[in-house]
């Protein structure tokens, strides 16, 4: 299994952007569903952008618009670019890697997580 460590959370006001990094420990290229996930507090983790190997991108509708989802191969790194943030975005952010199917429980590698706050 391929290890993913997250980056780039942090506070920011509202209207305002962060890039999150995901960097892989092995090759990205042959991992057929790259997603971020985000958990609120008191709320169930949800699916926020997946991007295929093909670079197919599927967005949940409270994000689109605003955020965007991108892989780079030679760096083995997965991006997020968030953009016009609102205090509804604060959550910890998770990046995760599956070569099964999109549902939560196929994810076979997760990151640890990272904390975005925005205020109001």
């Known amino acids: 299994q391929v290890q993913l460590v997250e980056s780039g959370g942090g506070l920011v006001q509202a209207g305002g952007s962060l890039r999150l990094s995901c960097i892989a420990s092995g090759s990205i290229s042959t991992l057929y569903y790259m997603s971020w996930f985000r958990q609120a507090p008191g709320k169930m983790r949800e699916s926020v952008a997946t991007s295929t190997s093909s670079d197919f991108k599927i967005y949940a509708e409270s994000v689109k618009g605003r955020f965007a989802i991108f892989r780079d191969n030679v760096k083995n790194t997965m991006y997020l670019q968030m953009n016009n943030l609102t205090p509804e975005d604060t959550a910890v952010y998770y990046c995760?890697?599956?070569?099964?199917?999109?549902?939560?429980?196929?994810?076979?590698?997760w990151g640890q997580g990272t904390q975005v706050t925005v205020s109001s």
């Open positions: 995760a890697a599956s070569n099964r199917g999109t549902a939560i429980g196929q994810y076979e590698s």
